[in-house]
């Protein structure tokens, strides 16, 4: 086995085996690009090491091999006393992740080679800054001592020197502190830098090996659901200098703008620099551009070099360089992330170029981006120029897209109250906790100044689909004072956000402004509306791009999508969004407004008389409805749901009945009806009601309620057809857990379609078909599968019952806990989990089409229109999915995704 490759040896697709880092130095050396040159340690390597806690055997003889060809190649020794090697040790593992070992530049200085360094470059600054760079890297990230302790240090030198950055401090200063820096090491790790070149390399390729396995990376590999076992590759690079004076320097570019996808000079550069100078904003950076007035013969070079690897990658790739006097060499490159729009544009501007086809352009997209480009997003044109509107004040991590303004409050009591009044609020905190919940559903947004992805804030505003800000370290949030203090603009002095005053959050991009920001809607969704055609003339490129995209998805996905609607108007938007059908029709929602006190007249029924007096009341009004809705999705499949939830959601509030009741005791004028109502709250009440009297147990035990809610159906569908539509009922019973439960329901449901036909004279075609939403249903789909014609899956409450979550009350009070600790990545109500939940429906399907195997299957839970549980969805054979009209498109998308 081989555990060391020569930069000529790799090439990109052994990302496996060399890194992601190493896999592109070495195409980019094979490409005869210019790569200062160096070899890769593998990632069994490191297995090897963490497996047994010490290096394979053959590995230092290995190294040893290597070394010697660079430094035959390089003319020059590691750390050479009078012209020293230098090189770099990265860590690179398969997927960059944080919490990995940084990178140590200037491996093989010492107290001798400083001096040949500064004689060959004939500049002792540059060489004690080396120097300098290397203690401090080194001793924080291969010896542990804490970083900050070198930066004070380094803080106090500038103090002493009046100077107010690091270039004010001059060689002899630099040698004082390489001097002050080492006794930082000796003191802390009672051990002494080390002065021996190999032993530091050595040193900081084991610290690589290491730092596989630091809290931070295991953490988020748990998140990330990254393999714990592929290890990291180590690069060992000889150095050049970015900072050998003005005809030096280094940057990062990209192929093209990651945020527009144009073509064109995309990137920073900064003159006399090394590493990590660029991005870490010690100095402004000027724009790539002005390289070609710095440098023409390298900008002209690294122009060429750029358009040779988008060719050869077929993609965006961002990259890292440094010219060193005069001469360009490549660090990095690797395909580059992009923004959403990006990703559509780009994506079709490769299959133009030829670069790609159209199943290879479906994979450069995703649904999150798509749903991402879905949101309305605050107007530009309201944030830049001297007109602007609003002034940004923050910028924390977009934890849940959105764009929300509202007037800042720091308090859930504040929030809801104000909310209450018809005010549009932003609930500001510095972290949330389960208290804050009312005040956030109360809220256009959450902001908060602490916290990251998984924080409550994060993950509650993303399950209630709520704009949220998290994190924006910059804002003080103050809530005693009820205030909030941001950094002026420029960073000079400061502003003071008061309670009440108008902020604007930006969810999708993690910004924040003081003041109100106009909101446009996103011109994808104008047109999935129908309200912009992507052939017209001034059609934005991006929707033209969105439009060619979801096209080839439809044409090539199997799976069929549906809308969850319960109403005309949401049936009609999905269907201009693609719906094919409605796959979850709730007819609660039906029951409410109006309709409340006919349902409350049916919950107090006393005698059969008064029953049937509220349910024939009720009829008509379902009716109405049903035929709106056929009428709106004509041709097309509708799937009713008969009553599903516990019948206290209809009733008055426990507690605040019994406060009206006491009160109008103790005044003496009680009324019957109220007493009535109080009776049957506390008769209904119930310990667990989502594990209760509901469902399909509701029709059983309330006689007339679904033969009612039927006939209301079959009406409809009469009607429709006397008046020449095409119908496509479909009758759902919910929560079913054994066959039986259906068989008595489905007989009375053919005697009243029976009836139906008779008096109408219509024949009709109504299926019948049930939920699978419990554990019990899933593992006797078999049987249940005798009496329905259909199953959609109900993954909402099938997690729950699967988990023994309840969600309302989990995902506020211990998801965070679970999501940080890594036991899931992501919430199980988001991404269907696949191994528990997900199990059970790939059993389901397979016994219920053994029993009958003409029977449609589908999924009605929010997983319907989830990106990756779209994706298993497809695997294990469903018909269709359904999901809300707004994740239509999404759903359209990842069906093809998953298809091509
Ligand atoms: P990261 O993964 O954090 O980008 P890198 O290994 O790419 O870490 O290195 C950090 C910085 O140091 C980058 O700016 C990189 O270009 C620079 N760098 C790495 N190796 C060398 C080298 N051999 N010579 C000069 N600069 C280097
Ligand atoms: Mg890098
Ligand atoms: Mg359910």
Known sequence: QKFVYDFTEGN??????????????????????????????TTEACKVYLDSGSEPKQLRDEVSAHLEALEQKMDKKLGQADDPLLVSVRSGAKFSMPGMMDTVLNIGLSDVSVTGLAAQAGDDRFAWDSYRRLVQMFGKTVMGVDGDLFEEALEEAKRAKGADSDLGLGAEDLKQLVDDFKGIVLKETGREFPQEPREQMDLAVRAVFESWNTDRAKLYRRQERIPNDLGTAV???????????????????FTRDPASGHQGVYGDYLQNAQGEDVVAGIRNTVPLADLEGIDKASYDQLLQIMETLETHYRDLCDIEFTIESGKLWMLQTRVGKRTAAAAFRIATQLVDQGLIDE??????????????????????????????????????????????????????YTAVKWSRSGEKVILIRRETNPDDLNGMIAAEGILTSRGGKTSHAAVVARGMGKTCVCGAEELEVDTKRRRMTAKGPDGKGSIVIEEGDVVSIDGSSGKVYVGEVPVVPSPVVEYFEGRMHAGAEDADELVRAVHRIMAYADRVRRLRVRANADNAEDASRARRFGAQGIGLCRTEHMFLGERRELVEKLILADTEEERDDALSNLLPMQKRDFIELFEAMDGLPVTVRLLDPPLHEFLPDITELSVRVALAESRKDANEND???????????????????????????????????????????????????????????????????????????EKVIADVQRETGVELKLALGTMIEL????????????????????????????????????????FTAYLEKGIFGVSPFETIDRDGVGSLVRRAVEEGRATRPGLKLGVCGEHGGDPESVHFFHEVGLDYVSCSPFRIPVARLEAGRAAA
């Open 12 to 41: 990109k697709d052994l990302k496996d085996l060399l890194g992601g880092k190493g896999a592109n130095l070495a195409e980019m050396t094979n490409l005869g690009l210019p790569v200062p040159p160096g070899f890769t340690i």
């Open 235 to 253: 690069n060992i690079c000889s150095m050049v200098f970015g900072n050998l004076g003005p005809d030096s320097g280094t940057g990062v570019a």
């Open 359 to 412: 199943a290879e352009a479906l994979q450069r997209v995703n649904g999150a981006q798509l749903a991402q480009l879905m949101f309305p997003r605050f107007d530009d044109t309201a944030l830049s120029g001297d007109a602007r509107k609003a002034e940004r004040i923050g910028w924390g991590i977009a934890a849940s897209p959105g764009a929300a303004v509202g007037k800042a409050v720091f308090d859930s």
């Open 675 to 749: 007493l009535r109502l109080l009776q049957a709250v506390h008769k209904l009440h119930e310990q667990n009601p989502m594990l209760g009297l509901r469902g399909v147990r509701l029709g059983l035990v309330i006689p007339g309620l679904f033969t009612m809610q039927v006939r209301a159906i079959a009406e409809a569908a009469a009607q429709r057809k006397e008046a020449k539509g095409d119908p496509r009922a479909e009758i759902m019973i919910p929560l079913v857990g054994t066959v039986q439960e259906l068989e008595i329901v489905r007989d009375d449901a």
């Open 775 to 814: 554990p019990r249903a899933a593992l006797t789909a078999g049987q249940i599968a005798e009496a329905a014609e259909f199953f959609s899956f109900g993954t909402n409450d099938l997690t729950q019952t699967v988990w023994g979550f309840s969600r309302d009350d989990v995902e506020a009070s211990f």
